[in-house]
């Protein structure tokens, strides 16, 4: 099967697309033929080796400290079961399903994983590309919002980088949770947060919400652009700085906030499971929530996808498509 290879870090031309063996399912294991995968920002990060400075012995002895302990990137995938395990019982062959992989490997032809991973049906009236589209930001969202914040109706709740992997999602499952929203972008997203049910919209390019005098329960940074000395101005007294990018100064704040009380930042790793995906599946389905995508790349175009990735203005997700004409045989059948 064709996959995109890497095996030093570097940048985005270390990428290439080579022929590897098809994975075989084991006995608990589905084989799934990808038609859609993703770069994300996490992708970027082990195909460049860049971690947070604080972080980046840990994230280069997870990635491989001499070079890449996994050659196929890639998380998220959506595509037709064609094998299973004999001890599968949850999926059968032909299902259309879409999953997140902790392990990586989905920017390729097949992929083989658990049917206890994160790995549910995509419901019908949802394309591949958005399937696809969802696990990474998605789950990231609920669990920053729903698991970490635990976000009550009403909350005022202001997301950095709305239109970003994270911040689509979080702009909807902010309003999904009962919150009353405001979306920090620039001018040209204005429009694309305000249809994503974002009550307010503030344009970084023309207004610093942190110098207004609007306050808010929850600040979520999905962009990396503010910090807790800034945002307590515009906090609550028992308000919250939850930043997705954060650093050893965040951790200290955040333990030493848990002692003093009052203000608090919140830090914390996003998790994938099951039941997070079928959450956002069963909000997908219904239609409360919808992937953004910000390009489409042949398999053969990912380093392409890479670069668009590491703009770091991306709106929502950069797609990357596969075996178009095995989907067109699967959408005739
Ligand atoms: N802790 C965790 O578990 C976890 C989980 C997932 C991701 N992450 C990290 O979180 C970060 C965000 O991921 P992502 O996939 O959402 O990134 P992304 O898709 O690259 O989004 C970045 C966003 O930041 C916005 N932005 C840039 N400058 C801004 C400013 N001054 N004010 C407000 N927004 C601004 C951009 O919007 P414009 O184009 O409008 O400027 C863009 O939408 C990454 O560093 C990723 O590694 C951490």
């Known amino acids: 099967m064709k996959a995109a290879w890497y095996d030093r870090y570097g940048p985005a031309d270390v990428l290439e697309i080579r022929d590897v063996p098809r994975p075989e399912p084991k006995d608990d294991e589905i084989l799934v033929q990808i038609f859609a995968t993703s770069v994300t920002t996490a992708d970027w990060r082990f195909r460049a080796s860049k971690f947070p400075t604080i972080f980046w012995l840990a994230g280069r002895a997870m990635a491989g400290l001499f070079g ?11 595509g037709r079961v ?9 999926f059968k062959g032909g299902d259309e399903v879409f999953g997140f992989s902790t392990g990586l490997g989905a920017n390729a032809e097949y992929i083989s994983v658990s049917e206890d991973s994160p790995v549910v049906k995509k419901p019908a009236t949802v394309g ?7 696990p990474f930001g998605g789950q990231s969202a609920l669990a920053f919002l729903r698991d970490f914040a635990q976000v009550q109706p009403s909350r005022k709740v202001l997301i950095a980088g709305a239109s970003g992997g994270v911040g689509v999602w979080a702009v909807q499952i902010a309003k999904h949770l009962g919150a009353e929203v405001s ?24 207004a610093d ?27 609550k007294p028992n308000g919250v700085f939850l930043p997705l990018e954060f650093g050893g100064r965040e951790i200290g704040q955040a333990l030493l906030s848990k002692i003093t009380g009052g203000k608090r930042v919140i830090v914390g790793v996003s998790s994938d499971s099951r039941e997070m995906l079928e959450y956002l599946a069963g909000l997908l389905e219904t239609g409360e929530i919808r992937a953004v995508i910000d390009s489409q790349y042949p398999l053969e175009e990912i380093a392409d996808a890479h ?5 770091r203005h991306k709106r929502g997700s950069v797609i990357v498509t596969i075996s178009p004409r095995a989907l067109e045989v699967a959408k005739a059948a």
């Open 82 to 90: 064609v094998a299973r395990g004999k001890a599968v019982t949850r």
């Open 128 to 134: 591949y590309d958005e399937a696809a589209a969802t």
């Open 209 to 235: 919400f942190a110098a207004s005098d609007e306050c808010y329960d929850l600040i979520f940074d999905t962009a990396g652009t503010t910090d807790f000395d800034q945002a307590k101005h515009v906090l």
């Open 68 to 78: 890449p302990r996994k050659n196929v990137l890639g998380s998220e995938f959506a």
């Open 307 to 311: 670069r668009r990735v590491e703009s």
């Open 183 to 206: 979306a920090v972008t620039s001018t040209r997203n204005v429009d694309l947060v305000r249809s994503l049910g974002a009550d307010h919209v503030i344009d970084y390019t023309k």
